[in-house]
């Protein structure tokens, strides 16, 4: 079935860094904006980052301005993944981390809202603490 999985979250101390992984199955990644989101307790889920389709729409990326010129997203098409590079991370990064396919568009909406046409994974814990 269409699905997606989410790895590479754990504990990490202040201004250390993770690699997230988001692998999808029986479904081709580059033919849809992927976006990560997160979502800590309390909180609402936002928009942390988004990756564009290469095949159908150029590609591009965009970051919520919390995490520019820390987190990098990127896909590997051979893997059929993409991946979130967090560096630098601050204990205000701390949230379970979800990965989404946006059913409904190929590009990436600079809002990174929320929709019903979002495929979602399951969520990996990414913890941020001295």
């Known amino acids: 079935q269409l699905q997606l999985v989410e790895s590479g979250g754990g504990l990490v101390q202040p201004g250390g860094s993770l690699r997230l992984s988001c692998a999808a199955s029986?479904?081709?990644?580059?033919?849809?904006?992927i976006v990560w989101f997160r979502q800590a307790p309390g909180k609402e889920r936002e928009g942390v980052s988004c990756?564009?389709?290469?095949?159908?729409?150029?590609?591009?990326?965009n970051y919520a301005d919390s995490v520019k010129g820390r987190f990098t997203i990127s896909i590997d098409n051979a893997k059929n993944t993409v991946y979130l590079q967090m560096n630098n991370l601050k204990p205000e990064d701390t949230a379970v981390y979800y990965c989404a396919a946006d059913r409904g568009s190929s590009r990436c909406n600079s809002m990174m809202v929320v929709t019903p046409a979002h495929l979602w994974g399951q969520g990996t814990q990414v913890t941020v603490s001295s």
């Open positions: 029986e479904f081709i990644l580059n033919y849809y904006a």
């Open positions: 990756i564009g389709s290469s095949a159908l729409s150029g590609g591009g990326t």
